[in-house]
């Protein structure tokens, strides 16, 4: 039994694969096609003056999607340059846009991130020119979702420019939406200051529409930010210009930040532990209880990691030295 069924699921997968190859010669020959469509259309004859721009673009661009049907990369790439060419020249910016755009996801799965940026670049471009923010938006957002880890200054400059796309078409939700991720980036890859630049036109968004639920919780964040900064000052003035939003004196949050701001000027880290450790900070995003894990008050220092093996000794001496350094305080 067990002999039939192996030779069974042989067959079967070898069926498959004969299948998906047929599939894939098809789409081949599809694209082919549309690709010799698209040169009779930009050919001139006695009762053709000019080259049927559009129709060539769109033939163009039925060959890419076929191509990449099939999974040929360097085809469907070539395919959607030509088509966006094809449109730009017949003025048709919101589609030359569409197919740069296409063309520029290629580029990034081939690991060409550059090309990958210029054609988005220039097709956003293109989206403003004909006066469509919301694509030019899309754009930039869905860029920097897919450039937030390799290339974490470009997706927040492409998430900032976004929310700003956003804020002319008066569109507030979106607006913290793009913020959010772009606070997201910055704090993990430790660009602080422009992070609380960020939140400060967060808490301004969610307030204009009333979410003040949001704005509390993004002063948690403010005062996680500024406390990682060591300006227990600036943390205590994003506390305050909370104070005057009805119903945060109630809350979790102010009582969350000011048991920690009190902690922090006490220099009490243990006290500050159990708030930075504890379920609302392990609750926000992750970035936040990260950060919150790297927050010391003054006057302590980070737990050592003691070496193993060979040298061992000289690391505790030297761990000594630096606690006697300390034992005092510096409060």
């Given at each position: 039994m067990c002999f039939v069924?192996?030779?069974?699921?042989l067959f079967i997968e070898g069926a498959a694969t004969e299948a998906?190859?047929?599939?894939?010669?098809?789409?081949?020959?599809e694209g082919l096609a549309c690709i010799r469509e698209a040169e009779k259309c930009m050919k001139t004859s006695l009762f053709q003056w000019k080259p049927d721009l559009d129709g060539a673009a769109d033939e163009y661009k039925k060959a890419a999607m076929a191509f990449k049907g099939a999974g040929a990369t360097d085809q469907t790439r070539d395919c959607y340059m030509k088509a966006a060419d094809a449109y730009l020249e017949n003025k048709?910016?919101?589609?030359a846009g569409k197919c740069y755009e296409a063309a520029a996801y290629v580029f990034r799965e081939q690991g060409d991130l550059d090309e990958a940026i210029n054609l988005i670049e220039k097709a956003i471009a293109l989206y403003r020119?004909?006066?469509t923010a919301d694509s030019a938006a899309q754009a930039y957002d869905k860029a920097g979702d897919v450039l937030a880890?390799?290339?974490p200054e470009k997706a927040i400059d492409f998430y900032v420019q976004a929310y700003e796309a956003m804020s002319l078409e008066d569109r507030p939700k979106q607006c913290c939406d793009l913020l959010n991720k772009a606070i997201k980036v910055m704090i993990k890859h430790r660009k602080l200051e422009m992070?609380?630049?960020?939140?400060k036109k967060s808490q301004e968004c969610y307030t204009s529409l009333d979410l003040l639920p949001q704005v509390f919780r993004l002063t948690v964040a403010a005062v996680l930010v500024q406390l990682a900064l060591g300006d227990l000052i600036a943390a205590e003035r994003a506390y305050g210009d909370s104070?005057?939003?009805p119903g945060f004196n109630d809350s979790d949050e102010c009582k969350i930040v000011k048991v920690l701001l009190r902690a922090y000027d006490d220099c009490d880290q243990e006290t500050a532990d159990k708030v930075l450790n504890g379920l609302y900070v392990r609750h926000m995003e992750n970035v936040y209880a990260q950060l919150a894990r790297t927050i010391r008050v003054p006057g302590t220092?980070?737990?050592k990691e003691l070496p193993t093996g060979e040298g061992a000794n000289q690391g505790a001496a030297a761990e000594e030295d630096d606690e006697d350094e300390y034992a005092g305080g510096i409060c």
């Open positions: 069924h192996f030779v069974v699921t998906m190859a047929r599939k894939d010669d098809q789409k081949l020959a048709n910016l919101y589609h020119e004909q006066g880890e390799t290339r992070a609380m630049g960020a939140i104070l005057n939003c220092i980070k737990k």
